[in-house]
């Protein structure tokens, strides 16, 4: 099934059902009340951690909370938890008190090691400046482990898309993913539908409706933004449920790519790009509340400094992930989904102006360190574009959220090895439970490079 076909046709579902399809990539929400009255719990913490933008040095751990609270992480390389540093949510200054999610950022750790870490929350009664007092402490009693990146670290990766709120395809993935145990996870883009509150985005990331409610307790994810996700009044700030890395973790000139990655896994890097929204800004449906054509540029000088790293240039197997593909086989095809419908002036009937832009803006960076393969999501379709001579890399798109038996649109899971000296990329159908297929790649010729820069 199409992907537009796949967003008509769960809307005309919802519609005619009189019940909100979650699983509909179209459907606007009514906005709440981001301060409405939520029902008292007396369970403070009530989600599982989530580990947030894994890396060789550091770890996000988010967590839910039913009330105003100050969130916490005690962490130790210790099984028994013998000489645990506690930190605390939220930056310097100030910590981040609020109702909903606690965002703890661990930095300063080393390369390639486990932690194992406690989560826990002061319940904080506050009425003003000088009336403040903490009526209760609350410590999840389980304790977790994660494992940081680095050079030493499993080369195992796996690949997530457009799942888009439905919990059947979403349940399905996951097991698979506890199957496999990877290292990392990259959610490549589009999570959400159109979130307008905190409590949505908490649902889909924190308290997803499956059966491994501490999905992502152990195993790391990281986070390549869709079109989607950028979309509602929630989803502008989603740095509130999922975490940016800390400042110290980038350049001031890309203190606004808090989720961008440059992540050395083994022989594996890993680099993460943001393809934002995929109609141009000019756009009257947005009414020019989006940005993204800046946005893009400016991840170009990041893209040029993270694959000189001498930590990403050395390794032998470079990987790249964005939402939306850089390139379609057909040249009347439409990745950025630039509808003639919409009736978008600058609508390009040959090659979407996005599309080209993008491919002009990274492509070009990509081929010269290397790069053997990207992949993307968007389509809802899974397809494998091999590399030509006028395109050096390889291009794989992940499947959709439909389980229905018929089609191409059926989950994927893409898993990333290292096996006999080369990249294996196997692509599971998670619909009828089989590899779809199997890719290898050869290592590239890896360049010397001393220089040094943040990630």
Known sequence: MKRRDFIKNSALLAVGTGICNHANAEITQAPQNEFEKKEQSDKLIDSAP????????????????????????????????????????????????????????????????????????DRIS??????????????????????????????????????????????????????????????????????ETIEAQKRIFLKPEISHKDYAAEIPYLFC??????????????????????????????????????????????????????KLDTNPLFAGLFTSAAYREAQMPWLRDALQQPEIASAPYLVAFCHIPLFDPDPKANPGDLHPADKDPNYSPDFASWQRTCAQLWGPLLEEAGCQV?????????????????????????????????????????????????LKITVHNIRDEKIQEVLTFAPRKVKKNKKKSKK
Not at 146 to 163: L, R, S, Y
Not at 237 to 249: A, D, I, L, N, T
Request: net charge negative.
């Open 50 to 121: 989530m580990l947030q933008n894994y890396a060789d040095n550091s770890m996000g751990i988010a967590f839910s909370v039913s009330d105003m609270a100050n969130g916490f992480v005690t962490f130790s390389e210790s099984p028994d938890m013998s000489n645990g540093k506690t930190v605390k949510c939220g930056g310097y200054r100030v910590t981040d008190m609020n109702d909903k999610v606690m965002l703890v950022r661990l930095t300063g750790l080393k390369p390639a090691t486990t932690y194992y870490y406690k989560i826990g929350a």
């Open 126 to 195: 506050y009425k003003g400046g000088y009336n403040m007092q903490i009526l209760g402490t609350e410590i999840d009693p389980r304790i977790y482990h994660f494992t940081t990146a680095g050079e030493e670290a499993k080369p195992h990766f796996c690949v997530i898309n457009d799942t888009h709120v439905n919990w059947k395809s979403f349940n399905k993935i996951v097991d698979k993913l506890v199957e496999l145990n990877p290292s990392c996870v990259i959610w490549n883009g589009d999570a959400c539908n159109v979130e």
């Open 374 to 422: 990207i992949i993307v999501a968007h389509q809802h379709a899974y397809r494998y574009d091999a590399p030509t001579e006028e395109r050096k890399w390889a291009q794989i798109v992940g499947g959709g959220p439909d389980m229905q038996k018929n089609g191409r649109s059926y989950p994927t899971v893409i898993e990333g090895t290292i096996s006999d000296n080369q």
């Open 225 to 278: 933004c869709g079109n989607h996700d950028s979309r509602g009044l929630a989803n502008r700030h989603m740095e509130r449920v999922w975490m940016f890395r800390q400042p110290e973790e980038r350049l001031s000139r890309d203190w606004d790519l808090g989720r961008n990655f440059a992540v050395r896994m083994g022989d594996i890097a890993l680099i993460g790009l943001d393809t934002a929204e995929d």
